[in-house]
């Protein structure tokens, strides 16, 4: 029954789909099943020469109206052909290893006599670029579904393609309702050959046609790895700040909290270091974070912290912060797990965590100041002098009960 509601809403989704933009076929096979399916938008950007000789860049959308003629579909391999206009054609390979698919190539033929589109082409020969596209590592039997667009350049054309699914190899004539969303479409930044095979049944949310909508559940991320950044002032001198963590950054959009780690191998470190201010950027292809560090020639602090997502529009400061406090000269260390709150909207969480942005000497970190020693240094004395304290009264406490028994019964009992 549940199952029965799940595929109305699902074609549902399919009409509505249609019904905005986008393009979706059915291929079948010889067997007049289903062999091929796709939804998809694409619009091209094609570079052309004017018959005066300058050249022009127009875009086009791939029109809803396509013919499928050219596609087939065999065990291994496939192919979508969508024909369009006066000429016109996209498509894709698709081969498979019996455990996964993927989009071997795109080729796109564009026919420049067709002055509809191409006005006062110097040619009018059919051209055609051939490339690869990015869709790999699908599950079989499920779709492959990118809401994010996906930039495809091939030397004179551009293709942009967003919203797509699509499934090759169609087992028993019916699309899979599971999918394997495209890294691009997942909102945390794991390792970057990640793909996700959700389930779309009636608790997971069917695919939408608006890109931004993904409300997809923040996946528990594993530890982040510890990175290690140095700022040298220039080439030739050793670093003058050091900084060593794991991070995640914790974020509120809207209602949707999300969470993303820093990957040390994809991430560029840059800055400055001066007498009493010293700054630290690490950019990645998720995030822009600058650490501004300051001192009043005792102590340093982490003063001032701006992070930006890049992607999501969000971006939090804090310009009064004073965190990571030590002595100039030595390093801030904190190897626990520590979460701090920037913003309401922001919080940093730090992993192994050891900075020093002033006065660092032959490349490497001074004598540190550990926040976890620094509590149980004031924490252990403190529990001593209470457990000597209750001894004490307990010793009290059974002498004079033991005096008080002995007076009252004398010896007795003995
Ligand atoms: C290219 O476009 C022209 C003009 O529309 C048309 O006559 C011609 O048949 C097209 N070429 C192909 C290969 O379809
Ligand atoms: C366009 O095609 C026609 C017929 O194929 C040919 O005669 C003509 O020279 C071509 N024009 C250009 C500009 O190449
Ligand atoms: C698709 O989802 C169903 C239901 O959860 C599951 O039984 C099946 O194994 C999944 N198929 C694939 C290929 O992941
Ligand atoms: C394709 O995209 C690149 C990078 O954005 C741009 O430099 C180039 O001009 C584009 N080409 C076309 C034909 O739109
Ligand atoms: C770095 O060292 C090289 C030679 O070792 C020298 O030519 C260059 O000028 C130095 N650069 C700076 C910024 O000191
Ligand atoms: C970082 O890069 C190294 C080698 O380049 C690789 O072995 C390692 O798995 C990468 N780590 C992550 C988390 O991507
Ligand atoms: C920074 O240090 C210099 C000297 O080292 C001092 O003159 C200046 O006032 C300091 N600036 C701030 C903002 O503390
Ligand atoms: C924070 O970073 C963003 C983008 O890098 C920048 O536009 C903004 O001015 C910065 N804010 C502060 C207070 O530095
Ligand atoms: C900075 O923080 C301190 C205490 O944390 C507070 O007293 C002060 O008002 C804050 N200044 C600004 C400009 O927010
Ligand atoms: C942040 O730390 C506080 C205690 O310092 C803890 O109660 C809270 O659960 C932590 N939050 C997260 C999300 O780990």
Not at 2 to 15: D, E, K, N, P, T
Not at 172 to 187: F, H, K, M, Q, Y
Not at 355 to 366: A, I, N, R, Y
């Amino acid at each position: 029954m549940s199952r029965y509601a799940a595929f109305v809403l699902f074609l549902f989704v399919g009409l509505e789909f249609q019904l905005s933009h986008g393009t979706e076929v059915q291929v079948k096979g010889a067997d007049k099943k289903l062999c091929l399916y796709a939804n998809l938008t694409i619009s091209f950007s094609v570079s052309y020469e004017l018959a005066v000789g300058k050249n022009v860049t127009i875009k086009f959308p791939l029109p809803d109206n396509v013919t499928t003629d050219g596609s087939k579909c065999e065990n291994t391999s496939s192919t979508l052909k969508l024909n369009f206009g006066a000429g016109h054609s996209w498509a894709v390979n698709f081969t498979s290893n019996g455990k996964k698919y993927q989009a071997d190539s795109v080729m796109f033929s564009y026919n420049l006599s067709d002055s509809t589109i191409f006005p006062n082409s110097a040619l009018n020969d059919t051209l055609s670029v051939t490339t690869k596209p990015q869709i790999t590592d699908v599950g079989m039997d499920t779709c492959y579904s990118c809401k994010s667009t996906d930039e495809i350049q091939a030397d004179l054309v551009n293709m942009t393609l967003w919203n797509v699914l699509i499934q090759a190899f169609v087992i028993n004539g019916s699309r899979s309702e599971n999918l394997t969303i495209c890294s691009a479409d997942v909102p945390v930044t794991t390792a970057p050959t990640t793909t996700h095979v959700t389930n779309s049944t009636s608790t997971a949310p069917p695919p939408t046609t608006t890109p931004t909508t993904t409300p997809t559940p923040t996946p528990t991320l594993p530890t982040p790895t510890t990175g290690q950044y140095s700022i040298k002032p220039d080439d030739n001198s050793t670093a003058c700040l050091l900084a060593n963590f794991g991070l995640r950054i914790g974020f509120k959009k809207g209602e949707l909290y999300q969470e993303m780690n820093l990957e040390p191998n994809r991430t560029i470190a840059s800055g400055s270091c001066g007498a009493n201010s010293s700054e630290l950027v690490l950019k990645s292809k998720d995030m822009i974070i600058m650490f501004t560090f300051t001192s009043d020639t005792k102590k340093f602090s982490l003063h001032a912290l701006n992070f930006t997502a890049v992607g999501v529009p969000f971006s939090g400061t804090n310009n009064n912060l004073s965190l990571w406090e030590a002595e100039v000269n030595s390093s801030y260390m904190c190897n626990k797990e520590q979460n701090y709150t920037i913003t309401s909207l922001l919080s940093l969480y730090t992993f192994n965590l050891q900075v020093q942005p002033f006065g660092v000497k032959k490349g490497l970190f001074s004598t540190a100041e550990d926040c976890q020693a620094d509590a149980e240094s004031f924490l252990v004395p403190i529990a001593v002098g209470v457990a000597l304290l209750v001894l004490i009264f307990i010793v009290l406490l059974a002498y004079f009960i033991g005096r008080k028994r002995n007076m009252a019964t004398g010896y007795e009992s003995f």
